[in-house]
């Protein structure tokens, strides 16, 4: 029966998976074919939610329409300023280029310089060279001169001079009425894809908000961010005396709007550009390396104070996110791929059955410190661990640090190795990886970053000459565990030290008392603590068990029947280690006594 009803899970996970990629392939085709359609649809959202802070600026003294008309009229103002701007520009560089064969002609002597006789790279210059001989127009046929047709010859000239131009300029107009309305109608769009898509208006109102907010304030600031990049780019790009400074100015900040790929491309044309151009190389390095200080101050200083959270995706997410939406959309695909990026991150965040983005999209941990830990430990990488584990102690503290990283670790490891998921091999590499992440961790915390027993408010100071000895309870992970309370008490101050299960307890080297403590990952049976304390109590002067239990179940009465009541606790690495503190008097004034 319980074969059958695995199998029965397994068909239905199955089905799902199929019809999820069944779903996501039709998707992707109706994204190619749509494209004519949507792209126009997605920029006007775009270019909505960039707009809607300033409507909602306006609307305070203006009714909406003349908000959203001004806001409109604005923003094409400003579009057909930078678009006047950069065509002339790029006229005015079309027509130099040819003027400055000189000294591109000086600088492939330099880098034929560089190469000895009939060396590859003269060979390959020289090759390029009468290539580029053969297709120059010199070197056909002359060009015959053009003749002016009257009649139906005008008319093909002028339908082939606008053809090309009208899909563009339907474009244009379709993103500026599309726009206009979103702006115009945007509580009804609101209320009515609250109405569409969730039965739960609260969730859905949530959902909504989410995205717009995340994508308005991302596009607000980055709008601004590339626009004040592009401001000292065009003037350092001036004072260095590069032509046309204004145009690669704005060319690099308009192509910061594609992640990570943009930037190259912002400071690799204006270098290629200031090769032709400037004499000698110096200049031209200057150029790039000026672009590149000023990419690196603003993505590393301005943008994190601008922008304060990120955007919550992941940058190989964006990184493929960019290069999805270029393959199916072009350059318009790459500007758009952050923000559709971010639609799908909310979108999986909200509803339950996306889930599946939001842990391939997001920048939050797929699993919790332990449970990174603990696969970390498995494969052997225990340098991973430690730093994992580290950062967790640097954030939230000596003990709730080794709580959230080592010690729910180890509870997990023990839960897995009595469900038989852990072989010996594994559980052995567990337990000898956790001590060398204590031994790391004590390189990098030091005993300096111990917080003192005598300062620490509320924690009990232990007794001095006490030896407090740590081992586990019944082997195995408890030995780790064991390995990981010693590690705790001598951060708070304590001589501690552990040892295997099995292994003998000299207490012939430590001339002062000797605290035994043993160590449970999980709630020890009856038989277990019988045995224990008849075997490990032998022959040594105090005893106590602690139990690493997060759920901090009660064991008053079991710890009754075998007589170890008052001398069992169980709870986190936080409350054992006052525990112990606590019991280091007592070991005193019984070895006194």
Partial sequence: MRLRILGEDGEGRLARAVAFTFLGAMAILALSFGRDVLIPMAVAVL????????????????????????????????????????????AEVAGSLAGYQTNLHQKIQDVRQLSEGAGPVSRFI????????????????????????????????????????????????????????????????????????????????????????????????????????????????????????????????????????GAILGALLPTLIALAVMPGWLQPLLVLALIVALDILTGQLVEPLLFGESTGITPLALILSAIFWGMLWGPIGLLLSTPLTICLLVLGTHVPALQFLRVL???????????????????????????????????????????????????????????????????????????????????????????????????????????????????????????????????RGLEAED??????????????????????????????LRYNKRKLHEGVGLTRHVVIDYEVAPMTDLAAKVGLAGDLVAGNLDAI????????TAATVATAG
């Fill in 47 to 90: 270019f909505a939610f960039i707009l809607n802070p300033v409507v909602n600026g306006l609307r305070r003294v203006l009714p909406l329409p003349l908000a959203v008309g001004l806001a409109m009229l604005g923003a094409m103002a400003c579009i057909g300023v930078l678009a006047v701007l950069v065509t002339s520009q790029l």
């Fill in 126 to 261: 020289a090759m390029t060279a009468s290539l580029a001989q053969d297709v120059s127009p010199e070197a056909g046929t002359a060009t015959p001169a053009l003749r002016v047709q009257s009649g139906e010859s005008n008319l093909a000239s002028i339908a082939s001079f606008v053809a090309p131009l009208l899909h563009p300029l339907l474009s244009v107009g379709i993103v500026i009425v599309l726009a206009l309305f979103i702006l115009l109608d945007r509580d009804k769009l609101s209320d009515k894809i609250v109405r569409l898509f969730g039965a739960d208006v609260h969730a859905t109102s949530q959902a909504v908000g989410d995205a717009a907010a995340r994508i308005a304030r991302m596009l607000s600031l980055q709008l601004l961010t590339n626009l004040g990049f592009a401001v000292l780019v065009g003037t350092g790009l001036f004072a260095l005396g590069m032509p046309n400074a204004l145009l690669w100015g704005l060319l690099a900040g308009a192509f910061r709007f594609v992640p990570y790929v």
């Fill in 361 to 491: 999209l997001g920048d939050e941990p797929a699993l919790s410190p332990h449970q990174q830990i603990y696969r970390r430990l498995i494969r052997g990488a225990v340098v991973d661990a430690a730093a994992v584990a580290r950062k967790e102690i640097e954030d939230k503290g000596l003990e709730r640090g080794l709580d959230e990283s080592l010690g729910r670790m180890m509870v997990l490891a023990d839960e897995d190795r009595e469900m038989h998921r852990l072989n010996a091999t594994q559980t052995a590499t567990i337990v000898d990886g956790t001590d060398e992440v204590l031994d790391l961790l004590a390189e990098s915390i030091g005993e300096e970053a111990a917080p003192d027993p005598e300062r620490a408010p509320g924690v009990a100071k232990g007794a001095d000459g006490v030896l407090v000895h740590c081992v586990g309870g019944r082997g195995e992970v408890d030995d780790a565990a064991a390995a990981v309370v010693a590690f705790g008490l001598r951060q």
């Fill in 499 to 528: 040892s295997r299960r099995g292994e003998p307890i000299d207490e012939s080297r430590h001339k002062g008392p000797v605290l035994l403590v043993v160590c449970y990952c999980s709630h020890p049976s009856q038989a277990v």
């Fill in 577 to 584: 280690f006052r525990f112990v503190l606590q019991q280091t």
